[in-house]
């Protein structure tokens, strides 16, 4: 690919068209249980969102009320979101289309987590269905990339699988042009705990292959849900609240890791923490390297001290944070990448290159090139011909 704006957003979303998953999965064997879009009744208004399973409003972990979740393409008033599907813009969902704003916004490439109806099916305890559902979303951001060079999606997993057949599946999605594979930070119910060797043949295909895992803002981990959850927030309101605290998600996470000696076990596992902010960073670096000194970890074959582990493993993600930037030497300047967010709510579409400017005034050129798409090159093992000065 070609590097012509001179940046690469780590964390972007990739919306889906209303057949994507109609058009792929078998009607006769999984009827209403396909994920598509349906319409429900809203305080009194006819929207469309997504049914999932067959559920319907209100069903848990069933309906999603979002058609699509794209505000930063959605226009004034700032922030709305699409009621019925002929109100989402085609560039949220159609590749050939996203090209137009990754080009108004100066954005070489992205990195595509998951957006309505999601990247998880397990919660329906249907093995056979989650496995099928994953394919297909697999299977259609794998078209993304057929489209352009520019899209870098990430596997779904099906955690009700064997572990061999999820490592197979990793393997299939990468053959097809995945670059890494995103994960829960809190394993489903009933399944072994995130460092239980019954996931060790997930870690070793994905560092055999070279691809990172990936932890999306909380990750899954309810981190002060009951905190969180209040009668008295307006939309915005709660959504604001909620969202910094997936500042501690690496916090959560890094540590299980660390250790119980998975990244021993693991140490070309590359790990990154996406929509998590990289102020935290710091502490966990300062914690992890406490605990391992006051309880003497190495006599119990943990030889490696975690700042080490950190510095050689663990990938963080900024977008506006002037103050993160300022400790970056201490984060590392190799393991930090800039990420847009787009297309939700904190996008700065199509103005993300004013916040760029202005998080990074200051930085020496030879370090700017590394936040913004050199650290992303190389973590993804991308390679690239640079034409941007």
Known sequence: MEIKFGVISADSHAAFARDDFTSRMSK????????????VEKDGEIIHGWSLYGKKPHSPRGFQVNVCNCPALMGDPFPHWPKRWEEVPKMAYDPAERLKALDIDRIDAEVLFPNPPGGNYYQFGDAEFEFATLQAYN?????WTKVSDRYWPLVSIPY?????????????????????????????????????PHWYPM???????GVPIHFHGSAGIGVGETAKVWDGYSQRQAHSASTSTSAVTPAQIVPQLIFTGVTERFPGLKIVFAEAGIGGINYLLSTCDHEWETHHLWTEGLVTRPSEIINR?????????????KLRHEIGIDNIMW???????ASYYPNS??????VL????EVERRKLLFENALRVYQVKATVLAE
């Not at 299977?139 to 078209?143: H, P």
């Not at 663990?314 to 977008?319: E, G, K, P, S």
């Not at 290159?353 to 202005?358: F, M």
């Not at 005034?361 to 020496?364: A, E, F, L, N, Y």
């Open 28 to 39: 006769k064997k999984w009827g209403d249980k396909i994920p598509q879009v349906v319409e």
């Open 139 to 143: 299977d259609i951001l794998s078209d």
């Open 160 to 196: 009700l699988q064997p572990p061999e057949a999820i490592a197979r599946e990793i393997e299939r999605a990468v053959d097809n042009g995945h670059c890494g594979v995103n994960l829960q930070g809190k394993m489903p119910a009933g399944l072994p705990h995130i460092a239980d």
């Open 203 to 209: 870690w070793d295909v994905c560092e055999q292959l």
């Open 313 to 325: 493993q663990i990938y963080v993600n900024f977008w506006f944070e002037e103050e993160g930037i």
């Open 339 to 345: 990420e847009s967010d787009f297309p939700h709510v």
């Open 353 to 358: 290159w004013d916040s760029i400017e202005r």
């Open 361 to 364: 005034d200051g930085v020496p």
